[in-house]
C-alpha cells in the first residue's frame, strides 16, 4: 500500500511540473509515470534485476497513470493543496530512497554503492521528469533546499545500523530521518552552497 | 526489410531535427542512430533482452549511421519530401511500437507492461533526440497532433486482437491502426488537450 | 591506476561544466559522478554486464566523489589549469573509448557494434553532464573540435590492429591515436562541418 501511495504522488509532481508547458495529455501521462517509476527503473538497470519491477507487476504502472490522469483532470479545476503535496513528495523520497538502498544490499552491493542506488531511486525519477520538461533539474538548486542531500543522509545513516540491527528496524527509522530532513529544510529554508560563490553568497 | 526502412526512415527524422542546430556531422550521426535504435535499446534494457539488438545484429547500427550520412549530403543540396517523410515517419512508429508490445509479450509482460513498452519503443528513440538537441520532446507537443496517443490506441487494439487471433493476423492490424491515425490526425489536426487549459482552449 | 585517474578527470570536468549554473553541493558532486560513470554505466546496460562496473567496485564511486569535492572547493579560490585539464580529459577519453570497445569484444560484439560501444564509453557521460546542465552536449559541437571523433577514429584503428595483433599491443595504439588525435585537433581547430552549411562555411 505505502508503495503505491508513493508511485501516486510522484505522479501527481509529474503533472504538476507539467502545468503551464506545451505538453498534452498524453505527454502529462507519460512525464507523471517517468516520475513515478523512473528511479525504480534506473535501479533495476543498474542492479540487474530485469525485467524491471513495472513489467513484473503492472499495477504500478495503472496507479501512476490513473493517478496522472485523475490530477490532470482535478487540477485544471480546483487549487491543490501546496503544503500537503510537499509533505506527501517528502514521504515518496524517504520511501523510494530506503527501499532503493535495500534491494542493493539483497543485492550484494557495497555499502557506498547502496548509498548512491538508494539515492538514485529516491530522485532519478524527478531528474528524468525535469530533463523531457527542458529544465535543469530540481533537485540540483538551491531554492529546493535539502532534498538529494536528505536522501544521502538518511541513506547513509539507515547503512550504518544496519550493521547493527536487522533491516526491519534500520529501514524505517533511514526514512523517517528524510522525511525529517526534508521537512525541516523546508521550514528554515536550510540549503548547500552552490559554485557561483561571489554572488549567491 | 520492413526493419531496416523503419531504421532507416527515423534516421533520416533524426538528421532533420538537427538541421539549423550547432550540431557537427558526427553529432549529427549520433542523432541519427539515437532516433532510430534508441526506443529499442531502452525496451530492450527493461526487458533485460541483454546484449541490446544492435550488438547482436549490427547491421541495423550500419542501416542508420548510413542513412543518417547520405541524408545529412543530400540534404544540404536537395529540398526533401515533407509529406512523404511524414508518412515514411508514421510507417515507421507503426512498426516499432507493435514489434516493442510483440516482444514484451514474448517475454511474459503482463497486457499493460506490453502497450507501454510498445509506446516506449515507438516514441523513446525521438524523445531522446529531442533531448539531446535541447528541446521539450516534440510527441508531447499539440502541434504534432496524435502521435504516441496513436502508438498507445494501436497498441491497445493489438492485445484486445491478441486475445483471440494469433500474432500474425493481429500485429498487422494494430500497425495499420496506428499508422491510420497517425495520418488521419495529421490530415484534420486532431491533438489531445494540454494543461494551460484557459490559454489554449 | 590510469583507470582512476580518468575518473577523476572526467569528475573534474563536470564540476567546472556546472560552474555558474544554479547547481548546489550535492548536484555538482552527482555531475561529476554522472560525467565520470555515466559512459561506463550505458555501456554495461547495453553488454548485459550487471550489476554495472561502480556497484561491482564502489572505489570508482568514491573517487568521482571525492575528486568532485576536492574540486568543488578548490576551483572556488584557485584558477584552474585549463591546458593541463584538455590534455588529460583527453586522457581519459582515450583510455575510456579503448577500455569500452575491448570490454564489448569479450561480449563477442562485432566490430562495428564494438566502436559504438567504445565511442559511448567514451562520450556518453559528457553527454548526460550535458543533458542534465541544460544544455546541447558539447560532443556535438563544431567548437570542441575532433572529440567524438577522435574516438571514433582510434577505436577503427583499434578494431584494425586487433585483428593482427594482440589486444595489449593494439589497446595502446589506439588510445594514442584518440589522444593524438584530440589533441592535433584543438591545436590546429580542426572541426567537421554542421548542417547550417550556408552560414557557418
Redesign the interface.
Known amino acids: 500500500v505505502a508503495d503505491h501511495c508513493a508511485v501516486g504522488v510522484s505522479a501527481v509532481g509529474g503533472?504538476l511540473a507539467?502545468?503551464?508547458?506545451?505538453?498534452?495529455?498524453?505527454?502529462?501521462v507519460?512525464?507523471a509515470?517517468v516520475s513515478a517509476l523512473g528511479g525504480g527503473?534506473v535501479r533495476d538497470?543498474?542492479?540487474?534485476d530485469?525485467?524491471?519491477l513495472?513489467?513484473r507487476d503492472?499495477s504500478y504502472?495503472?496507479t501512476g497513470a490513473g493517478t496522472g490522469l485523475v490530477t490532470?483532470f482535478l487540477?485544471?479545476r480546483l487549487p491543490l493543496p501546496q503544503r500537503g503535496l510537499l509533505i506527501a513528495d517528502a514521504f515518496a523520497l524517504a520511501l523510494y530512497t530506503i527501499v532503493g538502498a535495500s534491494k542493493?544490499l539483497t543485492?550484494h552491493?557495497?555499502?557506498?554503492?547502496a548509498v548512491?542506488?538508494g539515492v538514485v531511486t529516491g530522485v532519478a525519477g524527478g531528474?528524468m521528469r525535469d530533463?523531457?520538461?527542458?529544465?535543469?533539474?530540481a533537485?540540483?538548486?538551491?531554492?529546493i533546499h535539502l532534498y538529494?542531500?536528505a536522501a544521502?543522509l538518511g541513506c547513509v545513516l539507515f547503512m550504518l545500523l544496519s550493521l547493527i540491527y536487522r533491516p526491519e528496524i534500520a529501514a524505517p527509522i533511514g526514512s523517517a530521518a528524510i522525511l525529517t530532513l526534508r521537512l525541516v529544510s523546508i521550514r528554515w529554508k536550510v540549503?548547500?552552497?552552490?559554485?557561483?560563490?561571489r554572488e549567491s553568497g
Do not use: H, N, Q, Y
Open positions: 503533472v507539467a502545468r503551464g508547458k506545451r505538453v498534452d495529455l498524453f505527454g502529462i507519460v512525464v509515470l527503473t538497470w543498474c542492479l540487474g530485469l525485467p524491471v513495472w513489467i503492472s504502472l495503472l490532470f487540477a485544471r542493493a543485492f552491493a557495497s555499502p557506498a554503492a548512491a542506488l531528474m530533463v523531457l520538461l527542458g529544465e535543469i533539474p533537485v540540483f538548486r538551491k531554492e538529494a542531500t544521502f540549503g548547500l552552497p552552490t559554485f557561483a560563490a
